[in-house]
């Protein structure tokens, strides 16, 4: 019988590489500072030491070149995972993720399969501004070909690395350095997370709260906000925000009526637009108050602490727009 223990989020990651380059020797990371944990925090702490550099490959700083090498090796055969420690700079390598990787099995009639995992991290705030704290989901979430994955917490962080390395084709690993230090549950085997379906972390009645990757931590907040002014707030975390699980949103906004969705992205063309979508053409007939979405301002991330403060949405947000649809008792 496994064994359950607490794990931070970073560590739950590294256990799932631990355990897969373990089972399957096709496994293998490659990417920038994978030796350094300033890169990559402890997510691949110990890897090198047990498997060496032929599975744990260091890179020069080319993302174009490392992605397109990762996609070569999938398409023939192996399973790479290649890491951005910060994911603005994957827009460098758009050609092998977009053009390849997303593609390829389409265009060879589905019998190619190009099995690699793309991880970017986040790194929003600590005043690295503009070019260093980009969420970029919503990007390639509109990409044909592409499944895009955002886990909350440790159990999903371990669970959808191990779904994505043994899924077939290219999968987006997107996880947030700002849930690293966060601390739950987790089995010692090797279990999948489902790619594709959600799941409610709170019941509730009076309006549904949708959120994804670190904004559940934000969300789980604010519902514990809400309930002390005696309001029940339904949180559904996405895990997966391509494919959708429209049927759980759907599901949940029939009973509640309302609907606030909680993206880490910018509002314009985002995750929270798609949902709110989704739920206006299949729904319409369910909703008792407008959709409000809490996204980042369509403005670059700002260098000041003091500016970071109100850029970055929080608990206090998702509540302001949360009370703004809510019945008063």
């Known amino acids: ?21 373990s089972q399957d020797k096709s496994v293998f990371l490659i990417g920038q500072g994978v030796k350094s944990p300033w890169y990559v925090g402890n997510t691949a702490q110990g890897l090198l030491e047990r498997f060496g550099e032929k599975r744990v490959i260091d890179t020069p700083v080319s993302e174009n070149a490392i992605t397109g090498a990762a996609v070569g090796a999938a398409i023939a055969g192996m399973r790479p995972v290649v890491v951005h420690p910060r994911m603005d700079f994957m827009l460098y390598a758009m050609d092998p993720i977009i053009n390849e990787a997303a593609n ?87 279990y999948e997370v489902k790619i594709g379906k959600g799941m409610v972390r709170r019941p509730g009645k009076d309006a549904t709260l949708v959120a994804a990757s670190f904004m559940v931590q934000e969300a789980m907040k604010a519902v514990q906000m809400m309930e002390e002014e005696k309001l029940s707030v339904e949180l559904i975390d996405l895990r997966t925000v391509k494919p959708l ?30 949902i709110g979508a989704i739920v206006a053409e299949k ?35 998702i509540c302001s727009a949360l009370r703004m649809l809510l019945p008063k008792n």
């Open 245 to 274: 699980d429209e049927d759980l949103i759907l599901e949940s906004v029939r009973k509640t009526g309302r609907l606030v969705i909680a993206d880490g992205g910018w509002k314009t063309c985002g995750l929270a637009s798609e």
């Open 1 to 21: 019988m496994s064994s359950i223990r607490k794990l931070p989020y970073s560590l739950a990651i590294n256990e799932a590489l631990h355990q897969m380059m």
């Open 104 to 190: 390829w099995h389409y265009m060879n009639g589905g019998k190619g399969s190009v099995p690699v995992v793309i991880w970017g991290i986040i790194n929003r705030g600590g005043e690295q501004a503009a070019q260093h704290s980009q969420a970029l989901h919503a990007t390639f979430a509109h990409v044909p070909g592409l499944k895009v994955v955002m886990p909350a917490t440790p159990y999903d962080a371990k669970g959808l690395m191990i779904a994505a390395i043994k899924d077939r084709n290219p999968v987006i690993y997107i996880d947030d350095r700002w849930l690293y230090g966060f601390e739950d549950e987790v089995p010692e085997e090797i």
């Open 283 to 317: 729904g319409f007939e369910f909703l008792k108050a407008p959709i409000r979405r809490v996204s980042l301002p369509d403005c670059p991330a700002p260098a000041s602490r003091t500016l970071e403060a109100a850029y970055y949405p929080s608990a206090e947000t």
